[in-house]
């Protein structure tokens, strides 16, 4: 197969970004107070791959600013249902609401991203209401506003805008922190709205428009083989729907593509910062490693790194394989005191190993980005799904030895 | 060892779907080493372009073709082969085998047809994506020097997505009513509600994953999907018994006679060092407690479970052999 030039995501088209040589210092601390006491820092991205804790972790960083005196918004884009319970965001009507429960002498909002009701607001807001409705009744216009796999993350971006306007005009808050959809990659964030907006301004759209706007000397032999090929496969009916909704959106096309643009300057700007979140997993770091290095091409302002879920090194020096051996000896033993310490040791072997085998990934990203930041929190016993819970989490990330705080 | 009976002997087509972080590729590759050890020639395919199978099993990234993954040793085993499966060349390969559209596929390609069409269009992508799978499935003694699959394993996307990927009919209804996509979309379908096909959702035993398992499984019955089991993936030790957990939790251990017990071990048992085991084995027993409420969630499913271990070293090759092993074991192969 031809290689083509293609607008997906990979991030093995980008070059590595890194030291060249290993040094020999260990990652800097990443000082999370410091980062949510800037009064110039307005906007905090949490990035990551899917399943690493983004939300409590933007949740978490969220409350500890507001209680530390920021006022502050959270957009959560999924939490888990007693989490968003907790916060008082489980109704979803995409407006930011009070969290009940906060203390100190900030202040601490709560939204959860409602995706396909944030689209419909753009168009209200860029279109004739005749022409909204229009728009808003086209079948593709409803397929692409609820399930096109990059709407979500052009519209957690678009909603950053808002809230980024709202909160300069109106001054309700300094502080927005920001969760991103559970993308398979975190890369999908960044991507996700230029995808969108270059398929907006795409060939294709104008190859769809050149009907209605009429000018014979388009219809040329190859428009034509494409649109009967494009008949062929997907139907008459779609394109027919496709044109209609792409000449009612014409006049928004622009629209959309400068609103990217914007959010995207905003993401550059001097008072954002990037959280990338991880798990001591391959996967997890290797998808931080990628999004750490694109951000410094993309010129993003990086904060550092939060490796959530590490386990926790035992204070005490009990090697693995001594204690295997120890749990060999005495795992047919009958009484319960031996079969207690066998157990015990057996548990023990392996947290030196899992912890082993983190310390060896994180020492690995560490040495390819030097640069960056770290913070480790260490897995809790339970989930969260309270405020007390994310004020556990915010002092943890900022623990002198956070490793001891959860033994 | 294994079982002597796979509890899905008619299924040729396993979807394996999981929340993010739960270990779905893991499973999925863990499933097609079970299936081939039963001496069932085993595809092995991704869909969400990560590469996770060819750095699962530390081979050079697959290309959208049918690779040998893993060649049996033993005799009577099966081998596996892999496809990462691309929307774009899935959309190409379609159009040159049923329009024979050579020059204008190209011209859609030039004018970003096709990368309209895959990324952009709803629901199109996943009807390419399965069709290739059903395309594999389909194959037949008929089909001239075409390999024929005993297995497929599908890697499939995330549990929150799974129901909308698989019913890429009821996907595309409110869009293309009509039409060769539409119709490709009805035959998917058909095998994809049969009994041929079975999905399988990967879960941790923690609070998020297990709700995501609950709606998936509502979601797949409500569109008709047959589900196949629920695997309970990287299960903690289960070296402490209930008594030994409570006392633990309660602080009521017998630090003198646990003393005795490591010292007869040839452990020098210090107090800090007793301290600290004990103080291990708290943190653990407060884990599998939540564990436990969890399990009994997904039991209330209502159907078959399957656990796996955490594997304490990570996944490598004798890691994946293990769980694979083990799923013959319990009978998901």
Known sequence: ?407 | MASATSDFPGVQLHVVTGKGGTGKSTVSAALALAHASRGKTVLLCEVEGRQGIAQLFDVPPLPYEERLLAKATEHGHGDVYALAIDAEDALLEYLSMYYRLGRAGKALDRFGVIDFATTIAPGVRDVLLTGKVYEAAQRNSRNKNARTYDAIVLDAPPTGRIAQFLNVNNELAGLAKVGPIKSQADTVTTLLRSPRTAVHLVTVLEEMPVQETIDGVAELQAARMPVGGVVVNLVRPQDLDQPAREALLAGTVDETALTKALGAAGIDATPPLVASLVAEGRDHAARRRLEDTQRVLVESIGVPTYELGLLAGGVDMAGLYELAASLCEQGLA
């Open chain 1, 1 to 407: 197969m031809a290689a083509r030039s293609s607008s997906r995501s990979n991030p093995r088209t980008n070059p590595r970004v890194g030291p060249m040589t290993a040094g020999h210092d260990p990652a800097p601390r990443l000082d999370v107070d410091a980062l949510l006491d800037d009064p110039r820092r307005r906007i905090i991205v949490c990035c990551g791959s899917g399943g690493v804790g983004k939300t409590t972790t933007a949740a978490s960083l969220a409350l500890r600013a507001a209680e530390r005196g920021r006022k502050v918004v959270v957009l959560t884009i999924d939490p888990a249902r007693r989490l968003a319970q907790s916060m008082g965001i489980e109704a979803l009507d995409n407006v930011p609401r009070p969290v009940p429960g906060v203390g100190g002498t900030g202040s601490l909002d709560a939204m959860m991203l409602d995706m396909k009701r944030t689209f419909d607001e753009v168009v209200e807001s860029q279109a004739s209401p005749e022409k909204a409705r229009q728009i808003l009744n086209n079948p593709f216009y409803i397929a692409v506003s609820s399930s096109f796999a990059g709407t979500q993350e052009y519209m957690a971006m678009e909603k950053l805008g808002q809230l980024d306007k709202d909160a300069r005009a109106s001054g309700r808050w300094d502080l927005i922190v920001v969760d991103t959809p559970p993308s398979r990659s975190a890369l999908d964030f960044l991507d996700a709205p230029e995808r969108l907006s270059s398929f907006l301004d795409g060939k294709f759209m104008r190859l769809l428009l050149a009907p209605a706007r009429g000018p014979a000397r388009l219809m040329t032999a190859g428009f034509n083989m494409v649109t009967k090929a494009v008949t062929t496969i997907i139907g008459g009916q779609v394109l027919s729907d496709m044109q209609a909704f792409v000449s009612a959106f014409d006049t928004l096309f622009g629209g959309f593509r400068q609103r990217a643009q914007r959010t995207f300057e905003l993401l550059q700007a001097d008072g954002t910062s990037f959280l990338v979140v991880a798990a001591p997993e391959p996967d997890a770091l290797r998808e931080a490693a990628y999004f750490v290095e694109r951000l410094s091409a993309e010129q993003m302002p990086l904060a550092g790194l939060v490796v959530n879920r590490a386990s926790v090194e035992p204070p005490v020096d009990l090697s693995p394989a001594t204690a295997m051996a120890g749990y060999e000896k005495l795992r047919d033993s009958s009484d319960d005191a031996s079969q207690v310490a066998a157990g015990l040791l057996r548990l023990h072997a392996d947290r030196e190993l899992i912890v082993e085998r983190e310390t060896r990934l994180r020492g690995r990203f560490a040495t390819a980005h030097p640069d960056v930041a770290t913070v480790v929190l260490p897995a809790l016993p339970t989930d969260v799904h309270d405020l007390d819970g994310l004020r556990t989490i915010g002092a943890l990330l900022n623990a002198e030895d956070p490793g001891s705080g959860a033994a």
